[in-house]
């Protein structure tokens, strides 16, 4: 799972590295680290976000070491969204409205489109675009792809996209 963490840090040499030691001692592999020493916090302290990713016992390890070394944990919370899938469409994608399209697959609560490519080689001809769904699960991810299917079929798209490997073996 993908875990994000704010931490509190005096702003002097040495205290990043000291936050950063227990996630590599747990295994936890970083994904990004923001740390930005011109915003500092009333106190002088300064705050860094890091992203990681970590099963629940490698969280809880890495924790408890943060807090033994007492470095200021302002928040952990593990980010939900963790399956992306793209999707070709290929029809009147502008003219059938595609804010509708996004709005449909956002209001779901379980999956968002985090990414469009859009192409209009004439106002007229057809269109085609790329878009990038994340959801929370496979499960959702599965729910996702019905939705999508049935946008499609509304709107007369052609729709392509990767069989998820469980989607395979449903249908073998």
């Not at 007229?124 to 675009?129: D, I, V």
């Not at 999508?148 to 490997?165: H, Q, S, T, W």
């Amino acid at each position: 799972m993908k875990v994000r963490m704010n931490l509190e840090l005096k702003d002097e040499p040495g205290t990043l590295i000291k936050a950063l030691l227990p996630i590599s001692k747990y295994g936890g592999n970083i994904v990004y680290i923001v740390h930005d020493r011109e915003k500092k916090r009333a106190n002088g302290n300064i705050t860094v976000q890091i992203s990681i990713e970590a099963n629940t016992d490698q969280v809880r390890d890495i924790k408890k070491a943060l807090e033994d070394d007492e470095i200021g944990i302002l928040s952990i919370d593990e980010v939900k969204l963790i399956e992306d899938l793209a999707f070709i469409m290929i029809g009147h994608i502008v003219d059938t409205d595609i804010k509708d399209t996004i709005d449909r697959v956002d209001d779901t609560g379980y999956a968002e489109v985090i990414d469009l490519n859009l192409k209009m080689p004439n106002i007229k001809k057809e269109s085609s675009a790329r878009i990038i769904i994340r959801a929370t699960g496979k499960d959702e991810m599965k729910k996702c792809v019905d939705l999508v299917n049935k946008i499609a079929d509304e709107k007369d798209f052609v729709l392509i996209y990767p069989l998820m490997r469980e989607m395979q073996h449903e249908r073998d």
